[in-house]
């Protein structure tokens, strides 16, 4: 019997739903600011820094396609 909240699907290395981790070092005011926003938008931590993260990779990608 499966627990009621467990993940059924772990996305496998190559899957387009498949993550890596890795270290970000922020400084504590930054972490403030994060934590701010995550605790506004009711999420972990973690999801908002990756979220602030894809809207930075698309800003940078519009960005340089005006400046191209």
Known sequence: ?????????????????????FS????????????AIASGEIRSRSATARMLILRGISQYQQDSLIAD
Do not use: F, L
Request: glycine share 4%; no cysteine.
């Open 24 to 35: 970000v070092n922020v400084t504590p005011q930054e972490k403030k600011v994060i934590d």
């Open 1 to 21: 019997m499966k627990a009621p909240n467990a993940i059924s699907h772990v996305p496998k290395s190559g899957d387009a739903r498949a993550t890596e981790q």
